[in-house]
């Protein structure tokens, strides 16, 4: 058995590679430079780092180990294709100019088109990890007062929204009123933006777009998010249940616990 995943940034990657292969998974990866952990040289078979970019790369790479099977996992900041840190090759220019626009939804969705053309199929990111996806309910001992119950539920809303409008996936909330809302810059940059502006007690909303792939660009939240929040004191971080990832959970409900957080697993109906 062999699973292929494709590596981006932060730790998810690293967790995917340990579960597979405690599961009896032969792991070969596809590292992103810059962006994925060296970690992955000690947890995979087999590996290839490559420029983001290369794309055809990517997919003779994934052919020649005969993958059949690939995750698509870590994160890759749509922002560096504004960066010019990205030399595409043919294949990515080819995929790139086919587009009906730059929307995460369509690149992402013609990537794992393309690999499905190549008879590479995409799982779902949590197939081996499924104990990273958010339960319901709150987390913490750190409990959601009334009125934070209600940002949450008002910003669910706008959250959905923009995630049906494939801008991003996070609001900040304070008072009813939107303090920013995560577009390109990324969860993180959202919350500091956010926090500037609402001062203590922010309440961050962070949900799966309304039709969301499970194979693609899942949310996730992590240690970095739980620090920006610290540092802007925002209060409660509410995560779409089963629909989200959290990395490192005892240890974020451990120090979210600390800085008075509260961390909870929603899910609204429509």
């Known amino acids: ?23 009896g998974y032969k792991v070969t990866t596809v590292a992103f430079e810059n962006l994925a952990s060296e970690e992955l040289n000690r947890l995979s078979d087999e590996i290839k780092w490559l420029n983001v970019g290369k794309f055809g790369d990517l997919i003779n790479t994934l052919k020649a180990c005969n993958v059949k099977e690939a995750i698509m996992a870590g994160k890759v900041p749509k922002s560096l294709l504004y960066k010019s840190k990205v ?21 992402l969705n013609a990537i794992a088109g393309e690999l499905e053309r190549e008879g590479i ?35 669910w809303k706008i959250a959905k929204e ?32 956010g926090g500037k502006w609402a001062g203590e007690g922010a309440v961050v909303i962070k949900v799966s777009k309304p039709h969301q792939d499970m194979r693609l660009d899942v949310p996730v939240i992590g240690l970095n998010t739980l620090k920006t929040m610290i540092k802007v004191k925002a209060r409660v971080l509410a995560i779409e249940a089963q629909k989200s990832i959290i990395i490192n959970r005892g240890k974020m409900i451990k120090e979210a616990e600390s800085a008075g957080i509260s961390i909870a697993g929603v899910k609204i109906a429509k």
């Open 1 to 23: 058995m062999q699973i292929g995943i494709i590596a981006g940034a932060g730790e998810l990657p690293e967790i995917i590679a340990k579960d597979a292969k405690e599961r």
């Open 87 to 107: 030399t595409p090759d043919m294949r990515a220019i080819k995929l790139l100019f086919s587009l009906k626009d730059k929307s995460d939804d369509a690149i």
């Open 121 to 155: 199929h995409i799982v779902d990111t949590a197939t081996f990890s499924p104990h990273l996806l958010t339960p319901e309910g709150v987390l913490t001992k750190t409990k959601v007062t009334n009125d934070e119950w209600k940002d949450v539920e008002f910003g």
């Open 162 to 193: 923009i995630g049906r409008l494939d801008i991003g996936q996070t609001v900040v909330v304070k008072g009813q009123a939107v303090m920013a809302v995560e577009a390109i810059e990324g969860t993180d940059e959202a919350i500091l933006r």
